[in-house]
């Protein structure tokens, strides 16, 4: 069975971190491009960042660029978030995709994992 999980979320306080982490099981993630997206309450899921099968190029929206980090290890058949300088704003369930075809900006990922909540309060 194909399946993608997401783990690491939780409450953060602000300028705190989390690592998030996407683990694949029932195929092998390292042709697949990973992408990270997130949906806050009341809004459209946005995309966060994404990393290519290699792991060579990596790609992030500009409300994460510098705090961000995407990483994979293909070994463990899995790709991490890892979240610095975390503020308000970053509140939201995060979920990662698996992508075949597409990748960067425009990943469209076949496979979705279930997210997990990121919440950034004091």
């Known amino acids: 069975q194909v399946q993608l999980v997401e783990s690491g979320g939780g409450l953060v306080q602000p300028g705190g971190s989390l690592r998030l982490s996407c683990a694949a099981s029932g195929f092998t993630l390292d042709y697949y491009a990973i992408g990270w997206f997130r949906q806050a309450p009341g809004k459209e899921r946005e995309f966060v960042g994404a990393?290519?099968?290699?792991?060579?190029?990596?790609y992030y929206a500009d409300s994460v660029k510098g705090r961000f980090t995407i990483s994979r290890d293909n070994a463990k058949n899995t790709a991490y978030l890892q979240m610095n300088s975390l503020k308000s704003e970053d509140t939201a369930v995060y979920s990662c995709?698996?992508?075949?075809?597409?990748?960067?900006?425009?990943?469209?990922?076949?496979?979705w994992g279930q997210g997990t909540q990121v919440t950034v309060s004091s």
């Open positions: 995709g698996a992508s075949w075809s597409t990748y960067g900006y425009n990943l469209r990922p076949d496979y």
């Open positions: 990393i290519s099968g290699s792991g060579d190029s990596t």
